[in-house]
C-alpha cells in the first residue's frame, strides 16, 4: 500500500506564510510527480502546484510568486511554501502523487488533506 500524510497546516494572518509537507509511504518504486490541490468551502479542488520528474513545476496563476514546491530532506518528501497569504487561500490542501508501487501498478494517490486557514 502507498500512503501519503499531509502536515503543518493551521491558522494564519493575512500576511503571513507557512509550509506544507507531504510524506509518501509504503510499497513504493517511483514516484513520477508530487503536487498540492486545494479545495474550500463550495468550490471544486484546483490545482495549487506540481512538480514532475518530466516537466518540471507549475503553478497556479493565484499561487505564482507567493508559493513554492521543493522537495525536503527526507525520502519521497515535497514542501509547499506559502507566503503572502491571503483569505482566499483558505481551503483543505491535498497532497497528490503519481506512483508506481512495487506491483507494477501506477496511479495518483491523495493524502488526507489538511486544513488552511487565513484570517485575522
Known amino acids: 500500500q502507498v500512503q501519503l500524510v499531509e502536515s503543518g497546516g493551521g491558522l494564519v494572518q493575512p500576511g503571513g506564510s507557512l509550509t506544507l509537507s507531504c510524506a509518501a509511504s509504503?510499497?513504493?518504486?517511483?514516484?513520477?510527480?508530487m503536487g498540492w490541490y486545494r479545495q474550500a468551502p463550495g468550490k471544486q479542488r484546483e490545482l495549487v502546484a506540481r512538480?514532475?520528474?518530466?516537466?518540471?513545476?507549475n503553478y497556479a496563476d493565484s499561487a505564482k510568486g507567493r508559493f513554492t514546491i521543493s522537495t525536503r530532506n527526507a525520502k519521497n518528501t515535497v514542501a509547499l511554501q506559502m507566503n503572502s497569504l491571503k483569505p482566499e487561500d483558505t481551503a483543505v490542501y491535498y497532497c497528490?502523487?503519481?506512483?508506481?508501487?512495487?506491483?507494477?501498478?501506477?496511479?495518483?494517490?491523495w493524502g488526507q488533506g489538511t486544513q488552511v486557514t487565513v484570517s485575522s
Open positions: 497528490n502523487a503519481d506512483i508506481r508501487d512495487r506491483r507494477w501498478r501506477r496511479d495518483d494517490y
Open positions: 509504503g510499497s513504493i518504486l517511483d514516484i513520477y510527480a
Open positions: 512538480f514532475s520528474s518530466g516537466s518540471g513545476t
